[in-house]
């Protein structure tokens, strides 16, 4: 028979037995645990490092198909019809003492006036994509004038040069004595004066008539003013500045939207140096992707008929968004003496630095900016 003691020590092995296999269980739970926990960061780790490897890739590609000049994109959508407003806004100088500088009393006193405000509008046309990745087509821009945000009316009248006397002069110092008596008798004749007064919207891009415009393709059959119009922005309302041909960046984002030929060319001609002929860039409406160590930013305008390199200033916020911000500084529109770079947009005319004479991309007319 079991005595009192063996049953406590039977209960005291029993109890034995059920605290190892208490424990023994704990550590298998704890093991698979642990072996869970170690699994799960060891795939944590692989698809951290695969992330962090192929999300450039991954966003590179994403990127090119909403950014890539292609029918459906984004980017395609913006660059065809820019929804942002554009402004172009106009001065000009008022000569306040006409009377006495024609009498050579005095020096013309200009008065500045402006700004003539108006709203801009620009759509490409006639688009092809090529092959090559490329893409062409014309970029129609149209101006509507803006009362509200101008200092006065279209009708609003100043004095000023008689700018087609000026050019027609221009044009005659190649000639011969009696040529040019000729031509300065018939300009008289005609009532062709030095100065004249006209309005913001015959200055700007409607134009007025004038007999030299009239006859200037004798001088020069190539000048642009038709019907006997002349306007400073004349030719420029509604109008194309030629076909462009640029890079759709399907390829690259970095040659996203870079000009690759103009009217055909691959190059201008306007100047004496192969590099201030080359076309770098793109036209500034959209481009590759800024880098960060970036600090100029280079893009063609053809009414400057030559590209242009500004400075990175500063970053900027703008609705949350951090930018950097470009702009011309001393040396952008320097001479060759200041810049050397601009050594080849340097001609014959001595200007101040800081002015280009663009006469070669103007049908020989001599105009500055």
Same mark, same amino acid.
């Given at each position: 028979?079991?005595?009192?003691?063996?049953?406590?020590?039977?209960?005291?092995?029993?109890?034995?037995?059920?605290?190892?296999?208490?424990?023994?269980?704990?550590?298998?739970?704890?093991?698979?645990?642990?072996?869970?926990?170690?699994?799960?960061?060891?795939?944590?780790?692989?698809?951290?490092?695969?992330?962090?490897?192929?999300?450039?890739?991954?966003?590179?590609?994403?990127?090119?198909?909403?950014?890539?000049?292609?029918?459906?994109?984004?980017?395609?959508?913006?660059?065809?019809?820019?929804?942002?407003?554009? $402004?172009?806004? +106009? =001065?000009?100088? %008022?000569? *306040? !003492?006409?009377?006495?500088?024609?009498?050579?009393?005095?020096?013309?006193? #200009?008065?500045?006036?402006?700004?003539?405000?108006?709203?801009?509008?620009?759509?490409?046309?006639?688009?092809?994509?090529?092959?090559?990745?490329?893409?062409?087509?014309?970029?129609?821009?149209?101006?509507?004038?803006?009362?509200?945000?101008?200092?006065?009316?279209?009708?609003?009248?100043?004095?000023?040069?008689?700018?087609?006397?000026?050019?027609?002069?221009?044009?005659?110092?190649?000639?011969?004595?009696?040529?040019?008596?000729?031509?300065?008798?018939?300009?008289?004749?005609?009532?062709?004066?030095?100065?004249?007064?006209?309005?913001?919207?015959?200055?700007?891009?409607?134009?007025?008539?004038?007999?030299?415009?009239?006859?200037?393709?004798?001088?020069?059959?190539?000048?642009?003013?038709?019907?006997?119009? $002349?306007?400073? +922005? =004349?030719?420029? %309302?509604? *109008? !194309?500045?030629?076909?462009?041909?640029?890079?759709?960046?399907?390829?690259? #984002?970095?040659?996203?939207?870079?000009?690759?030929?103009?009217?055909?060319?691959?190059?201008?001609?306007?100047?004496?140096?192969?590099?201030?002929?080359?076309?770098?860039?793109?036209?500034?409406?959209?481009?590759?992707?800024?880098?960060?160590?970036?600090?100029?930013?280079?893009?063609?305008?053809?009414?400057?008929?030559?590209?242009?390199?500004?400075?990175?200033?500063?970053?900027?916020?703008?609705?949350?968004?951090?930018?950097?911000?470009?702009?011309?500084?001393?040396?952008?529109?320097?001479?060759?003496?200041?810049?050397?770079?601009?050594?080849?947009?340097?001609?014959?005319?001595?200007?101040?630095?800081?002015?280009?004479?663009?006469?070669?991309?103007?049908?020989?007319?001599?105009?500055?900016?």
């Amino acid at each position: 028979m079991k005595t009192r003691r063996d049953e406590e020590i039977f209960l005291r092995q029993k109890l034995l037995m059920q605290k190892l296999w208490f424990l023994s269980r704990t550590n298998m739970f704890t093991h698979k645990k642990t072996v869970t926990c170690l699994s799960l960061g060891a795939l944590l780790v692989v698809l951290g490092t695969v992330f962090f490897l192929c999300f450039p890739v991954i966003f590179n590609v994403l990127l090119k198909e909403q950014v890539g000049l292609h029918n459906g994109s984004i980017g395609y959508e913006v660059w065809k019809d820019i929804p942002l407003p554009i $402004f172009q806004r +106009l =001065y000009f100088f %008022n000569i *306040t !003492n006409a009377d006495n500088f024609l009498r050579r009393k005095e020096k013309p006193n #200009l008065v500045e006036v402006g700004p003539y405000t108006f709203r801009s509008r620009w759509v490409k046309k006639d688009i092809v994509f090529h092959p090559n990745g490329t893409v062409s087509f014309k970029e129609i821009r149209t101006f509507v004038f803006l009362r509200n945000e101008s200092v006065g009316s279209q009708d609003d009248q100043i004095v000023t040069l008689n700018a087609p006397l000026l050019l027609a002069a221009n044009f005659l110092k190649g000639y011969d004595l009696p040529i040019k008596l000729a031509a300065s008798l018939a300009f008289g004749i005609a009532g062709e004066r030095l100065i004249v007064k006209k309005s913001i919207k015959q200055l700007a891009f409607d134009g007025y008539k004038d007999i030299i415009i009239l006859l200037s393709p004798i001088l020069k059959r190539d000048i642009p003013f038709k019907n006997g119009l $002349f306007a400073w +922005l =004349y030719g420029k %309302n509604d *109008t !194309n500045d030629g076909l462009y041909t640029v890079f759709t960046g399907e390829d690259s #984002l970095d040659k996203l939207n870079i000009i690759n030929m103009w009217n055909g060319k691959d190059s201008l001609s306007f100047w004496k140096g192969k590099s201030c002929n080359m076309f770098n860039g793109s036209n500034a409406e959209i481009g590759p992707p800024l880098k960060t160590y970036q600090t100029t930013y280079t893009f063609f305008q053809s009414i400057f008929c030559r590209s242009i390199t500004l400075d990175y200033t500063e970053d900027v916020e703008h609705l949350g968004v951090t930018s950097k911000r470009f702009m011309t500084s001393n040396m952008t529109f320097a001479n060759g003496t200041l810049n050397p770079v601009n050594a080849c947009f340097d001609t014959k005319m001595k200007l101040p630095s800081g002015v280009q004479d663009i006469s070669s991309c103007q049908y020989g007319m001599y105009l500055t900016y």
